[in-house]
């Protein structure tokens, strides 16, 4: 049986690390529409190289392009069980194009899971990230600080701010996020698909819901014992 999911969520969410996990516990494939495109043009794949002409033009790459390199990848053997569809669709138009197309593989959409948090927890949670220069590792400093202001509690490094992480900036992604996104969540509400979950809840918390979510569509992996 295939099973898809559909990961929603703002920015500072937790999506990736949700769908990581997620992946990890099921026998789902984590399909993340960025990976697809970073992969598409750095092989040179013949959707990658159409995707690329509209971008050099400046102009948006159109959903059918963006939709047909998306049914290419979940036809991979790693993919037979279902996938986790991260960052696609964006809008309802996608989301219609997305379920027409699926159905002509006889596939369809069986869950939405929506992470929902509250504006100011996203504000905190996206400006308030910081990057460890030379290990990579990373804080926040309204929710787990280093010890040490600005300096990496792994390796000593300096950390870092990226530019784009600025209240306003954020603000800004957040607005441009919900305008796009609502009716897209309305669509699925009225499907009757539709799981939000509390995102602002621990880690492990959110992952369990999930899975509960899912329960009737999936085999999870066994969990090592503790």
């Not at 999911?5 to 990890?24: N, S």
């Not at 509390?198 to 992996?221: C, F, H, P």
């Amino acid at each position: 049986m295939t099973t898809n999911v559909i990961l929603l969520g703002p920015p500072g969410a937790g999506k990736g690390t949700q769908a990581k996990t997620l992946a990890e516990r099921t026998s789902l494939s984590h399909v993340a529409s960025g990976d697809l495109f970073r992969a598409a043009l750095r092989e040179g794949t013949e959707l990658g190289m159409l995707a690329k002409s509209y971008m050099d033009r400046g102009e948006l790459v159109p959903d059918e392009v963006v939709i047909n390199m998306i049914l290419e990848r979940i036809q991979a053997p790693d993919c037979l069980a279902g996938v986790i569809f991260d960052g696609f669709p964006r809008t309802r138009e996608q989301a219609v194009a997305l379920g027409e197309s699926l159905a002509a593989h006889d596939g369809k959409i069986d869950a939405v899971l929506y992470l929902s948090v509250p504006n100011e927890v996203l504000l905190r949670r996206i400006a308030g990230r910081q990057t460890c220069k030379t290990c990579g590792a990373t804080y926040n400093i309204y929710y787990f600080p280093s010890h040490r202001p600005g300096i990496c509690d792994a390796c000593g490094g300096k950390l870092y701010q990226r530019s784009d992480d600025s209240m306003e900036t954020a603000q800004h992604r957040l607005d441009v996020y919900f305008e796009q996104t609502m009716p897209l969540i309305e669509y699925y509400q009225r499907q009757g698909i539709l799981h939000e979950i509390d995102g602002q809840r621990e880690i492990t918390w959110v992952n369990e819901e999930m899975l509960k979510a899912l329960s009737q569509y999936l085999v999870t992996s066994p969990q090592p014992e503790e």
